[in-house]
């Protein structure tokens, strides 16, 4: 493949991934897979859309951890524009096996009265 031709599926590829992200949407969103399968196949389709984007843009550098840098920014921009059908399966899990914990109320009080101390005449308080 040369140049142009990598350019133009470059393009193709643009193009097509809003089509496959609504269609990816509307599978895991008709489907019986449990929650996480289903934060798993938006991730990883998201994640394979950023390296193939990458990929053919001919933004790799060969340096692992600029690619990284590079391929996860793309995920990100490509998850807030065109594969954004995909992202809300992609509840976060972290916290689901901490212990759940409970907020008490504060009970707030009136503040107290002000004193008031006697005036004598001729005294203006």
Request: proline letters at 6%.
């Amino acid at each position: 493949m040369n140049a142009t031709d990598l350019a133009t599926l470059s393009k193709s590829l643009e193009l097509a991934l809003p089509v496959l992200a609504t269609l990816l949407s509307g599978l895991l969103a008709q489907d019986k897979f449990p929650d996480w399968l289903n934060a798993l196949l938006a991730g990883a389709c998201i994640a394979l859309a950023a390296v193939a984007t990458v990929f053919l843009r001919g933004q790799l550098t060969g340096n692992v951890v600029t690619d990284v840098g590079i391929i996860t920014a793309v995920a990100m921009s490509l998850q807030a524009t065109v594969l954004a059908p995909l992202h809300r399966f992609l509840k976060s899990s972290v916290f689901v096996y901490a212990p759940k914990t409970t907020v008490q109320p504060v009970v707030v009080q009136e503040p107290p009265e002000a004193i008031q101390l006697p005036v004598k005449d001729g005294q203006g308080g």
